[in-house]
C-alpha cells in the first residue's frame, strides 16, 4: 500500500487518531484531507462562530502537521466528489474516515463509499474517534437503541474501552497534491465578540488545566452558573480536538467523585448519538409526540424575540441569552433553564429555539442539541417530560447571590440578590433606577396553566386526533 487519504470531518486532531494511525501504518505516504462540504453550507449549518472555530482548528491541524514533515489539504464542493479527484490525483488506495451519525453524514458516507468503490479504492470508517462507545454497541432486549440514560449508563460503564493512540512522529504527504488557502478566522463576519479559541493546541492545554485544577470540583460545582466552574470542553469535543475516549481515561485515573461526575457527562454525549443513530429524523421531528399545538400567532412571535434578545424581564433567563450571544456558548443549567422557558413557559415549538441555539453555540452539534431540546421540551427521552423549570426558584438556588445574572445583565448591576432575581419586586426609587430593564413578558403562573391546558389537551383550539395517553405519564409539576 503506498497512499491513503485521511478524511478529516469532526475529529481535528493528531493524538488519539484511528484513522490516521491506521493509514500510516498501511502506507508509505498520506493525504490528510479537509473538504470544505457544500452541503454542510446549504443546510444553513455553518454558522459564523463554527467556522471561525473551525478556522482556527484547521490552522492548528496543519501546523502540527507540518512539524511532522507533513501538511493539511484543504478542497471545497460535493464532498465525494473532491475526495474522488484527490484518490485520482494520487493513485491512493484507501481512504479513512471517522464514523458520524447524523442523517447528513450518512448520506455523505454511503455517496462516498459508491464513488470510491467505481474508482476501486476502499473506504474504511473508524468508530470511537468521536465516541467511547460506538451507537449500536450496547442495546436493551427490546429495541436498537435505549431510550433511557441510567440503564444506558450503565452499560455504556461497563464496555471494553480501546487505549489512546499516541501522535504520530512523522506525516509523508505525496508532493504535487494541490490544497486551497486555509480560511483565517480575522475574515469571518458575523462572530461573537468572546468566540473561545479553537485547535489542537489549546484544546489539549485546557484538558490538562481542568483535569488538575477544576475536575475535582465538577459534582459540587457544575451547576454554579456564577463560578463557572464546568470543563467548557464542548466546542473541543465537538470539532474533535479532544478524543472523548482520552477524556474519559484520563479523567478516571484521576478517579474520585469529580471524575465521575464529568464521566458520566461524557456518556451523555454517547447517549444521545446512540438515540440519533437509530432515529435520525428526531434532529427534525418529535421523538415522542405529546401532540403539542405549539403558539403560532403573532404574540408568540414577539414572545421569542424578546427571549432570543435577552429581553424576557426574568433576569436569569436574559442572561443566558446574552451570554450566548457574547460567548457563542451558554452554560448548561442555562442552556436548560432558557429552553424550559421557551418551550414550556411559553410554549413555543423546541425547533424554533433549537435552530437559534445552532446559530450561535459553537459546540452547536445536531445530536446533542437537537436531543436536548428534546428533552427538555419533553418530546424526547426525558421520563418526566411535563417537567417546568421556575427560573426564579431555579435562579436562587445556581445563582444565589446573583454573580452571573449581574455579570450579563448590567442594568441589574447594582441590584442586590435576592432582588436581582425579581427586580419587578423593587420599589419607588430603586425600580426606577432600573426602568431599562423590561418587565416580565408572562406571568408564570399564567405560563404554568397555559402549559398544563395544553398538554392536558384542554386547549380551547380545535386539535388534532390525540393519541392515547400512559396512565403512567407524571402529573404537570413546576420544579423549583
Ligand atoms: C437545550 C440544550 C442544548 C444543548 N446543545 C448542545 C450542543 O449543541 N452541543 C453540546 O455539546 N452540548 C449541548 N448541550 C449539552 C450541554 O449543555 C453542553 O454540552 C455543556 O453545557 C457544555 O459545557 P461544558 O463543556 O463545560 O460541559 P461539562 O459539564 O464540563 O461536561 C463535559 C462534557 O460532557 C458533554 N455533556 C455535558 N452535558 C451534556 C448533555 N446534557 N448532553 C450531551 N453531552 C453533554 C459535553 O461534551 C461536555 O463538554 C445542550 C444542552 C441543552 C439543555
Known sequence: MTVSVVLFTCDLRLHDHPPLHTALERSREVVPLFVRDRAVDAAGFAAPNRLAFLADCLADLDAGLRERGGRLVLRSGNLADEVGKVVTETGAQEVHLAADHSAHARRREEQLGAL???LGCRLTVHDTVNTVVAPGTVTPASSDHFAVFTPYHRHWAQQPMRTPLSAPRTVRVPEGVGSEPLPVR?????VSPALAAGGEWPAREQLSA??????GEYEDGHDDLGGDRTSRLSP????GTLSPVECVQRALRKGG???????RQL???DFHRQVLAARPDAAKRNYRSQHDRWRTSVSARRDFEAWQEGRTGYPVIDAAMRQLRHEGWMHNRGRLLTASFLTKTLYVDWRVGAEYFLSLLVDGDVANNQLNWQWMAGTGTDSRPNRVLNPVTQAKRYDPDGVYTRRWVPELADV?????HEPWKLQGLERAAIDDYPDPIVDLADGLARFKRARAGRDDAPRPALGPRSCSEPAICEVP
Do not use: N
Not at 186 to 190: C, D, F, R, S
Open 236 to 239: 473541543h469535543l465537538h470539532f
Open 416 to 420: 442586590a440578590a435576592p432582588f436581582v
Open 267 to 269: 456518556a451523555w454525549r
Open 210 to 215: 481542568w483535569l488538575r485544577s477544576g475536575l
Open 116 to 118: 470510491l468503490q467505481t
Open 257 to 263: 467523585a469529580g471524575a465521575e461526575a464529568f464521566v
Open 186 to 190: 480575522g475574515y469571518i463576519t458575523g
